[in-house]
């Protein structure tokens, strides 16, 4: 299905939108004409910037369904309705396998794939129920789609969203939802992700090591990530992706797996 053919009046929700990817997707809605909440765990950040674009704040913890719950409650009490819904918020640690904890493992999961979770879960009933163009946005990573070393931890999350998303997707479509979604798999984006610690409860570990199999690639302005999101959504489509020069990273990986296809056909042939 297409997205919305006017962002005008249309209510829409970014969370982690104090800073990086979540504030250039808030700033490209509000200048399509939409009337934009943004969110994060970070009040002072969360107050200038949304002072400063023109948005409502809310602070929330994502990874905490009772916030995402108080959020929704504040957009249906202040406007009667929604419309978008970016699960943007997420944060980064890249380190190798054998010195990340279950902690790190869980703190992850928790903000990554449970916010995404914990937003789905919320707004999915009220985009069905009080959006004619309801269009749902989740925030995944080029490291949704290959791996690398270091990425353990991070690569698991943004691989099972995207995993949600797509499913998601057949399912809404399945039912004749009238709401649509999108997975955004970013590459380089200029954030401050790498200092995701910086919010994390009970204290970081600390810098993790530093790792240089993270595949090279230009950055963009997270204000160019947010005019794609809005194009993507007017178009409807499933998979926003900014860096179409990583296809051959992930086209090695699907290169992969069909091999290993191939080799067990080869060696357990079906019967004719």
């Not at 002072?44 to 409502?56: M, R, S, V």
């Not at 937003?119 to 269009?135: H, I, K, N, Q, Y």
């Not at 200092?195 to 409860?201: A, F, T, V």
Request: hydrophobic share 50%; proline share 6%; charged share 20%.
């Amino acid at each position: 299905m297409s997205g919305p053919p006017s962002f005008d009046g249309l209510v829409a929700v970014v969370t982690g939108g104090a800073s990086g990817i979540g504030r250039g997707i808030a700033e490209a809605l509000i200048a399509a004409g939409a009337e934009v909440v943004i969110a994060d765990i970070e009040q002072g950040p969360l107050d200038a910037t949304a002072a400063e674009i023109g948005a409502l704040p809310f602070r929330l913890d994502v990874s905490r369904a009772e916030e995402v719950q108080a959020l929704a409650d504040l957009v249906i009490e202040r406007w009667g309705r929604v419309d978008i819904v970016c699960n943007n918020a997420g944060v980064g640690y890249l380190a190798p396998f054998d010195t990340l904890t279950r902690s790190d493992f869980g703190w992850v999961l928790d903000v990554n794939l449970g916010g995404v979770i914990n937003g789905m879960t919320v707004f999915l009933p009220l985009l069905r129920e009080t959006s004619a163009s309801g269009w749902m946005v989740n925030t995944a990573s080029m490291a949704g789609l290959f791996d690398a070393p270091g990425m353990a931890a991070y690569a698991a999350s943004k691989f099972a969203v995207v995993a949600l998303t797509e499913t998601v997707a057949q399912e809404l479509a399945a039912a004749g939802a009238g709401v649509g979604i999108s997975v955004l798999v970013p590459g380089l984006v200029n954030t401050a992700i790498a200092d995701s610690e910086r919010n994390r409860q009970g204290g970081g570990r600390g810098a993790p090591p530093q790792l240089d199999q993270i595949p090279p690639g230009r950055a963009l302005d997270p204000g160019e990530v947010g005019a794609l999101v809005v194009e993507a959504i007017r178009a409807g489509d499933l998979y926003i992706v900014t860096h179409p020069e990583m296809l051959p990273i992930v086209r090695e990986r699907h290169a992969r797996i069909e091999a290993a296809f191939e080799d067990a056909a080869a060696r357990h042939p079906l019967a004719d």
